[in-house]
């Protein structure tokens, strides 16, 4: 069965929610000052057509990242190097921890949203088990990397939305430094390989 269009009002909304909440975010001193009746009133819809569309405040920000995450997910699944799957792992594993400190960088509102709503621990989110596992694979087949589950756990924790936010809001570290730090660090984790 043909998987059904939803109606133009429906991507219409859903379209406004977005910008409703991406703005919000971007605005606010703490994303949980924000609630779904504020996204509601600055989208111009009801809050049941949130509710109906996304669940709740974590469907909703859940869908967000997703649709700002979707470039770069078809990018590591399907894309050329450095991200694409024929890239080998030493090329790799840096053009991707680059590729997600840029997305936070790009969308740190949207980040910190995410990584502070929803599941006990942002590690049990499906976005972190996907790029733990992404990259707990690769850095198997990284000679002399040992421990690669740890590995790519401390990997990731140097991409977590609070310390970028940290160190790009409070510290304003600039943009390029924060990406060259995170290469030496990589580099120094994957070894004299790399």
Excluded at 61 to 87: F, M, Q
Excluded at 89 to 96: G, H, I, T
Excluded at 147 to 162: I, P
Excluded at 171 to 190: D, H
């Amino acid at each position: 069965m043909a998987e059904r269009k939803p109606r133009k009002d429906a991507a219409r909304n859903r379209a406004a929610a977005f910008a409703a909440a991406d703005t919000l975010f971007a605005e606010c001193r703490s994303p949980d000052e924000v609630t779904m009746a504020d996204i509601a009133a600055a989208a111009g819809v009801g809050k049941a057509t949130l509710f109906r569309a996304f669940g709740d405040r974590t469907g909703l920000i859940h869908a967000l990242v997703s649709a700002r995450l979707e470039p770069l997910r078809v990018a590591v699944e399907e894309g050329p190097a450095p991200l694409g799957p024929a890239t080998p792992p030493l090329q790799r594993v840096p053009a991707l921890l680059d590729a997600v400190l840029c997305f936070k960088l790009d969308n740190r509102h949207l980040a910190l949203a995410l990584e502070t709503t929803g599941a006990d621990s942002p590690y049990h989110a499906d976005h972190y088990e996907r790029w733990h596992s992404l990259l707990r694979d690769l850095l198997d087949r990284v000679p002399g990397v040992s421990g690669s589950d740890f590995a790519a756990h401390a990997l990731l924790a140097a991409t977590r939305a609070d310390l970028v936010e940290y160190l790009a809001g409070a510290k304003a570290v600039p943009r390029e430094e924060l990406r060259e730090q995170l290469a030496k660090f990589t580099a120094g984790v994957l070894g004299s390989g790399a």
